[in-house]
């Protein structure tokens, strides 16, 4: 089973800037997309970015022009950067692939363990 491992995560200032990393712990066939979540508890998982495979992306409209999502394809990693953070970006960050592990596979959903961001006021 793949998982997808994140680091980045932590506390920082309003302002301030961390960047996101996410890549798999093994070997996928073909990855489609990639992208952050994010969960603030007692709501709903949201979607912050995402990138496509031909590198279009897409972002929630509250962090366009604040964050960038970024990708290695070599790596099948993906990046999150933060800049400008405010309060309101607080939240566990989840890591997103569609990918086939195999050839014969279907697409699936991975997805990260979570990492915490808290920004302080």
């Known amino acids: 089973q793949v998982q997808l491992v994140e680091s980045g995560g932590g506390l920082v200032q309003t302002g301030g800037s961390l960047r996101l990393s996410c890549a798999p712990d093994?070997?996928?066939?073909?990855?489609?997309?990639m992208g952050w979540y994010r969960q603030v508890a007692g709501k709903e998982r949201e979607l912050v970015a995402n990138?496509?495979?031909?590198?279009?992306?897409d972002y929630k409209d509250s962090v366009k022009g604040r964050f960038t999502i970024s990708k290695d394809n070599a790596r099948d990693a993906v990046y999150l950067h933060m800049n400008s953070l405010e309060p309101e970006d607080t939240a566990i960050y989840y890591c997103?692939?569609?990918?086939?592990?195999?050839?014969?596979?279907?697409?699936?959903?991975?997805w990260g363990q979570g990492t915490q961001v808290t920004v302080s006021s």
């Open positions: 093994g070997k996928l066939f073909s990855i489609e997309s």
């Open positions: 997103n692939a569609r990918a086939r592990r195999y050839s014969t596979w279907p697409v699936l959903a991975l």
């Open positions: 990138i496509a495979n031909d590198g279009t992306t």
